[in-house]
């Protein structure tokens, strides 16, 4: 049975900081290429950040690009997210899932998990 457990969101003030993870349970974490998404209220669910397989390559939105990275153990089947200079429209539910390339985009894999709140207000 497959298990996404994110944690690490709260509130935060714009500028600040949050490190977002996700333990992984059910798969063979090694093999897949992970992602973050988010979800705005009233929004759809978007991703925001890819870390291939190895960790050896990583892809951004533009929305995130330069203030979020991505990473991954391997040996503990987490996926991580390091957010910095947040700012209000980061705020949304964050979620971790594998993701696989098809056609001309990732799509996930598995159901989504609780996901984690990330507020981002003064």
């Known amino acids: 049975q497959v298990q996404l457990v994110e944690s690490g969101g709260g509130l935060v003030q714009p500028g600040g900081s949050l490190r977002l993870s996700c333990a992984a349970s059910?798969?063979?974490?090694?093999?897949?290429?992970m992602a973050w998404y988010r979800q705005a209220p009233g929004k759809e669910r978007d991703l925001i950040a890819t870390?291939?397989?190895?960790?050896?390559?990583?892809n951004y939105a533009d929305s995130v690009k330069g203030r979020f990275t991505i990473s991954r153990d391997n040996a503990k089947n987490t996926v991580h997210l390091q957010m910095n200079s947040l700012k209000p429209e980061d705020t949304a539910m964050y979620y971790c899932?594998?993701?696989?390339?098809?056609?001309?985009?990732?799509?996930?894999?598995?159901?989504w998990g609780q996901g984690t709140q990330v507020t981002v207000s003064s």
């Open positions: 870390i291939r397989s190895s960790g050896t390559r990583t």
């Open positions: 899932n594998a993701v696989q390339w098809v056609y001309t985009k990732y799509a996930p894999l598995y159901s």
């Open positions: 059910g798969f063979t974490f090694s093999n897949y290429d």
